[in-house]
């Protein structure tokens, strides 16, 4: 394994030797190869910060300081080619480490994963936040976003939230924490572990869905919209956090998360419009990041549930919905087997309840299916990817009126 390793690394470093000498110290950063840094950072005043940068450790990632926060490599940044063991040096200006990200390209093909000695099939971008370019990784990238997109939260603000996200029982290390080099530590071995496999599963997730985003848009690069797509894949990885995070602690194999993670996400919603739509939000500055579709927080018949013939579909959710979204089919119920059922839909706004209610008794002993349209969505437009359905019973329990008290005489 180790002969492999020096191999793999040497055909790395031949690579980038080519596109080094290739590029001419490039500008706009292309996520296909590798620039040249320019010699435009003052070296009289500068000074060094050094890291590593992992999913497993990544040899060949094109690390800089992202100074101008476009996410790309710009000609100027300081930058450097992550070595064996992910380490990386980057010759700044004093105090810059603490005013801007550190960011690593990770590039198809070229960076190589430690974890299993092979070039990563998929591009993606890491980050760490400003003042911690110590650690580098997937974990620490969502943490740096959280922090982007809700510019009140503090750093410990935003990792206890992507813990939360992440894990069902966060784990007491630190995201900044190499879980790497944890894993052998006595104490805390078991949770670093964890932390590895769902930073496995989080950079696989930032590679594809970036990939399919790309697609999606006609092979159109996406470069240009860094902040976009990053934004994006993020809330579209925390959203199924909860399913990583027990797939992690069930220890199940990190391929199978990611596989049943992926089918979660409809991918060709990942297009134009969802980005259009981000950036939207972008522009009015919000101060509480907010792109999750609304939620049913409580619904009158459960899945499964037994109810009488004459029940009424309600659904909470815990946001307002757009009254332009609510069509006569926002709630669709029909009986299994049989036809839809004809009804009525009522919306509360004040309750931000949505009510279907039948035009006719339901049939007695038989199975009723219900749909809510992914349709609905709150005022910025958010909705589901997909519809939400679960079926119900019905039984035959009207309790009749009570008998007139007559006087016999």
Known sequence: MKTFRIWGYALNLAIMVFFLAACDGGGGGSSSGITQPSSATPQATATTLSGTVADGYLQGARVFLDRNGN????SGEPMAISGEG??????INPGEGDRYSVVAEVIA???IDEDNGLPVADSYVLEAPPGR???VSPLSTLVTLKLQKNPAMTIGDAEVEVKRKLFGDPPAISLAADYIALKADFAYGDEARRMHNAAQVVASLMGSLRSEISNNLAGAEVADQ??????????EILRRGNMIGSAVDKSVEVPTIISVVKEEIDVQSLNRDRLDLYAAIIAQNPQVWDMEPPQIQQQSI????VVAVDAVISLDFDKALDPASIATDAISVRRVGGSAVPGVINYNASLK??????????FTYSDYEVVVSARLADHFGNRSSRDSSWRFSTTFDLTPPPLADIDPE
């Open 109 to 111: 093909g070229i960076t």
């Open 71 to 74: 996410r790309q490599y710009d």
């Open 353 to 362: 309840q949505l009510r279907f209610i039948p035009n006719q008794m339901l």
């Open 302 to 305: 459960a899945d499964g549930a």
């Open 226 to 235: 860094q902040r976009l797509v990053a934004y994006l894949v993020s809330d």
């Open 86 to 91: 992910g380490v990386f040096t980057l010759s």
């Open 133 to 135: 370019w110590q650690f």
